[in-house]
C-alpha cells in the first residue's frame, strides 16, 4: 500500500517528487513507515494521509473529534493500545 499512497501524494499534487524521495530516504534511516515519515516531516498532513488510505482500502474514514463516545465503550479498549494511537 505505501507505494500506492506514495503515488497518489504525487500525482494528487500535495507532495513533490523530491520531498517524496527525502521522505523515503528518512524513512530507511528511521525505520519508521512512509505515512508516519511524511506526517512528522510535515509534508502532507494526518488527515490527507488518513484520507488517501482509506480511500485505497476502501474503509471509511471517520473522525472522532466530534462524537461523544459512551464510557463504557472507552472501556474495551485497552489502555496501552489507546495511548499508542492517541
Same mark, same amino acid.
Given at each position: 500500500?505505501?507505494?500506492?499512497?506514495?503515488?497518489?501524494?504525487?500525482?494528487?499534487?500535495?507532495?513533490?517528487?523530491?520531498?517524496?524521495?527525502?521522505?523515503?530516504?528518512?524513512?530507511?534511516?528511521?525505520?519508521?513507515?512512509?505515512?508516519?515519515?511524511?506526517?512528522?516531516?510535515?509534508?502532507?498532513?494526518?488527515?490527507?494521509?488518513?484520507?488517501?488510505?482509506?480511500?485505497?482500502?476502501?474503509?471509511? #474514514?471517520?473522525?472522532?473529534?466530534? #462524537?461523544?463516545?459512551?464510557?463504557?465503550?472507552?472501556?474495551?479498549?485497552?489502555?496501552?493500545?489507546?495511548?499508542?494511537?492517541?
Amino acid at each position: 500500500m505505501s507505494k500506492l499512497i506514495e503515488e497518489i501524494l504525487v500525482e494528487e499534487n500535495i507532495i513533490t517528487q523530491e520531498q517524496m524521495e527525502s521522505a523515503r530516504k528518512e524513512a530507511e534511516k528511521t525505520g519508521m513507515d512512509i505515512e508516519s515519515t511524511l506526517i512528522r516531516l510535515g509534508f502532507a498532513s494526518e488527515d490527507i494521509i488518513v484520507n488517501r488510505v482509506a480511500r485505497i482500502t476502501s474503509v471509511p #474514514y471517520i473522525k472522532l473529534d466530534n #462524537y461523544l463516545i459512551a464510557s463504557e465503550v472507552i472501556k474495551l479498549i485497552p489502555e496501552e493500545l489507546a495511548r499508542k494511537h492517541k
